[in-house]
T-cell receptor, first 117, second 114 residues
Framework: GAVVSQHPSRVICKSGTSVKIECRSL??????MFWYRQFPKQSLMLMAT?????????EQGVEKDKFLINHASLTLSTLTVTSAHPEDSSFYIC?????????????FGPGTRLTVL | AQKVTQAQTEISVVEKEDVTLDCVYE???????LFWYKQPPSGELVFLIR??????QNEISGRYSWNFQKSTSSFNFTITASQVVDSAVYFC???????????FGAGTTVTVRA
């Protein structure tokens, strides 16, 4: 099956610093990747759709200048949380669209737990 | 806009009991996909099933079964003879056919006690 990895799996940072999270499709090419955020005991909320070679599409209420997304290749999308604050502490999950591979479904990465002190 | 409702916040059962998770959805589109995912304590989402809106057949996979009823916009999930390893948060989700953005329900936490 299709495999999606995320790095790092866990990160703790000081308030005001920036954190980059990588999402990679390991055995397939993904023209579209998605970034979700999940606060404790809550559901997953879509933050943005990341398209290879073009600007990301952000959901309403998500600050594009704070959550920078770069989808530079067909196997890598990055999410940078700029000037992180404690309220940004959350579980960030990416997924990749496999519609071009024959699987026709969305595979999720293992998630990145961000803690901002 | 799409909406998925999982009215049950938490369910607790004793091992070997059956447990049914409810999922009700709303969409104006006639073609869509419905999903169930499992999220164990580790956090990683595990794909369980995808159902196309055209296919109303119920499905069984081992101890898991799904009941899709378009007339009531429901896609319920039953775990038969539950086991402790089934303890997790279960999410129902919906996406449109040509748009893989997923709208998730709030999730149902299932606790299976030995």
């Amino acid at each position: 099956g299709a495999v999606v990895s995320q790095h790092p799996s866990r990160v703790i940072c000081k308030s005001g610093t920036s954190v980059k999270i990588e999402c990679r499709s390991l055995d397939f090419q993904a023209t579209t990747m998605f970034w979700y955020r999940q606060f404790p005991k809550q559901s997953l909320m879509l933050m943005a759709t990341s398209n290879e070679g073009s600007k990301a599409t952000y959901e309403q209420g998500v600050e594009k200048d704070k959550f920078l997304i770069n989808h530079a290749s067909l196997t890598l999308s990055t999410l940078t949380v700029t000037s992180a604050h404690p309220e940004d502490s959350s579980f960030y999950i990416c997924s990749a669209d496999t519609s071009g591979t024959g699987y026709n479904e969305q595979f999720f990465g293992p998630g990145t737990r961000l803690t901002v002190l | 806009a799409q909406k998925v409702t999982q009215a049950q916040t938490e369910i607790s059962v004793v091992e070997k009991e059956d447990v049914t998770l409810d999922c009700v959805y709303e969409t104006r589109d006639t073609t869509y996909y419905l999903f169930w995912y499992k999220q164990p304590p580790s956090g990683e989402l595990v794909f369980l099933i995808r159902r196309n809106s055209f296919d109303e057949q119920n499905e069984i996979s081992g101890r898991y079964s799904w009941n899709f009823q378009k007339s009531t916009s429901s896609f319920n999930f039953t775990i038969t003879a539950s086991q402790v390893v089934d303890s997790a948060v279960y999410f129902c989700a919906l996406s449109l056919v040509n748009d893989y953005k997923l709208s998730f329900g709030a999730g149902t936490t299932v606790t299976v006690r030995a």
